[in-house]
């Protein structure tokens, strides 16, 4: 679908600035949240430059990825109205610097975690690029109305590499906060999703909106909730964390199901700009961050 070059066009020159878009950076600063949140979670003495590092290196990855699926995504991005000005589409950048881009970022990013932190971190880091690029991007994304669910795994990554970052272990813990997003994804995309159906169905990607319409993504988005909140009161209910996480994850997930309630009685034909689900997928963005946030204080109080 996407190996065909895109049509060349008058180039203009590159700058800094599309290479820094290549990285995807909106998406970026949650992946280094949720990677600073694993690592201080794990309560572990570690150098802060080793932390700074291991973090950045989460950093470097994330944008190697991010510029991956670009390179491979190049035709599909000018098809799409939300993607057709990035760099490629745009005819700002050719395809073969943005796969020399990401490749070299992707080197140096599991090399530099390697010799900071340990190859176990970097192990995992290579192996969240792998996954987002091979089987989010090449393989379920152009075949399956469920590639979200499984390619969110590719977003859960990060809390478990800065835990290994700081330990050079995995526990259970790593793997909850892990598991916390794995299952956060699918409800957060498909509401914003909702929203650019139109935009996937011209490009033939099989979303669950153009495969399945509004009204059973509006019914997924509420069943693949209540998973996520078993996930994030589970660090709580086995002991892993306090009555400070307890009372943060209660309150979060709470609004988080009402919300949720809400979209799936919403019985309109189109999403509106100020309706449930608009509302639901700005509740998710803050819902992750402060979860994560008050995974940490737990941690750091307790310590």
Known sequence: ????????????????????????????????????????????????????????????????????????????????????????????????????????????????????????????????????????????????????????????????????????????LPWLLFAIIFLWTPPHFWALSLFVRTDYAKAGVPMLPVVAGIAVTRRHILLYTLPMIAAALAPWALGLASWIYGLTSIVLNLLFLALAVAVARNTATEPAKMGPEKKLFGFSILYLFALFAGIVVDRLVLA
């Not at 280094?32 to 989460?58: E, K, Q």
Request: glycine share 8%.
């Open 1 to 172: 679908m996407t190996s065909l070059p895109i049509e060349e066009t008058q180039r203009l020159p590159a700058d800094w600035r599309d290479l820094f878009a290549l990285t995807k950076p909106r998406v970026m600063s949650l992946v280094v949240f949720t990677g600073l949140c694993g690592l201080l979670s794990a309560r572990s003495p570690i150098h802060p430059v080793i932390a700074f590092t291991a973090v950045l290196c989460i950093a470097l990855a994330a944008g190697a990825a991010g510029a991956l699926n670009q390179w491979y995504e190049a035709d599909l991005d000018a098809k799409m109205r939300r993607t057709a000005n990035r760099p490629l589409p745009g005819g700002r950048m050719d395809r073969q610097s943005a796969l020399h881009f990401g490749v070299g970022l992707s080197v140096f990013s599991v090399i530099l975690m390697g010799f900071a932190a340990n190859w176990l971190a970097a192990a995992w880091l290579a192996f969240s690029i792998l996954f987002y690029v091979l089987v989010y991007t090449v393989w379920l994304k152009p075949r399956t109305a469920q590639n979200i669910v499984i390619g969110g795994a590719a977003g859960a990554f990060p809390p478990l590499i800065g835990w290994a970052a700081a330990t050079g272990d995995t526990p259970l």
